[in-house]
């Protein structure tokens, strides 16, 4: 049962960090998670002086110094506004969950015309009421950009739509958000690659072959306690035999290192 649990909950977990921001066009595939930034942006609004954003694309983003001290971590975008007197106020502006995040063209027939990142609105505790944000990432396709747009390039617009609901808008330019035919990240599976694949395959296999072997040996051999572990001896020994293996490695380099060393000596003496 564990075992089975733990399966969906690897399959799950890489679904969820790349799911929404890679979309399938007859163009090619458009993965905008190559323009997450590693430490997240940030964006102070030129026009007031109180109102500084951090966000990310695609990406969480949790190692602002700032963030770390909120009671919602790993949120895609925070809203801090400064007060007079110096007081400050950090809010999370939208969803903690990939699930929550939408992708679509921006014009839906026109596969190099940029896409919309849509994330679903959350409900934040301001400062009278429960007001509610809607991020929107605007992200136009330009070939002759990186990937990680650049902080300069990033423009933020705040709109009220309702009397406690906004919509922050982030406009920028990507290539990340044109499409790739293959891709440079190994097409479909995006990111997490083949390499990814074949890791979690091992994993699985992994937790197939104790789970099975356990039930076998417990049920059909009746076995108990830690004898229920397949091959037990082999993975008691396992660590001598790393041991050994190292040694027999180590001991075959140094013989290699004399006899190099040998070699020099004789070239050095003529
Ligand atoms: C996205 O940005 C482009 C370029 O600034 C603009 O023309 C377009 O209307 C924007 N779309 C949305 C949905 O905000």
Not at 20 to 30: A, F, K, M, N, Y
Not at 31 to 54: I, N, R, W
Request: aromatic share 10%; hydrophobic share 40%.
């Amino acid at each position: 049962m564990t075992g089975v649990s733990l399966i969906f909950f690897i399959t799950s977990l890489i679904v969820s960090v790349y799911a929404s921001c890679v979309l399938e066009t007859p163009d090619g595939t458009i993965d905008v998670s190559l323009a997450a930034s590693t430490k997240g942006f940030f964006h102070k609004q030129p026009s007031t002086t109180f109102e500084e954003y951090f966000f990310n694309i695609c990406k969480k983003l949790s190692n602002f110094p700032d963030i770390e001290k909120s009671s919602v971590k790993n949120a895609f975008a925070y809203d801090m506004q400064t007060y007079y007197g110096g007081l400050r106020i950090l809010r999370p502006i939208a969803p903690t969950s990939a699930d929550e995040v939408k992708i679509a063209l921006a014009d839906p027939k026109n596969t190099k015309g940029g896409v919309v990142l849509t994330h679903s609105t959350v409900d934040v505790t301001g400062a009278d009421d429960n007001e509610k944000y809607t991020l929107v990432v605007n992200l136009t396709c330009d070939e002759n950009e990186n990937d990680e747009p650049s902080e300069d390039a990033i423009e933020v617009e705040k709109v009220q739509t309702e009397s406690l609901n906004y919509k922050i808008t982030v406009t920028t330019k990507t290539r990340a958000a044109c499409p790739r035919k293959g891709g440079s990240h190994g097409g479909p599976l995006g990111q997490y690659g083949i390499g990814g694949l074949i890791v979690t395959l091992l994993l699985v296999c992994v937790v197939l072959y104790f789970i099975i072997g356990a039930l076998l040996l417990k049920f059909k051999f009746q076995k108990t306690g830690s004898d229920i572990i397949p091959q037990k001896e082999f993975w008691m020994d396992l660590p001598v035999l790393v041991k050994d293996g190292c040694l027999f490695i180590f001991e075959g380099v140094m013989v290699l290192v004399n006899k190099m060393r040998g070699k020099s000596a004789v070239y050095n003496n003529v």
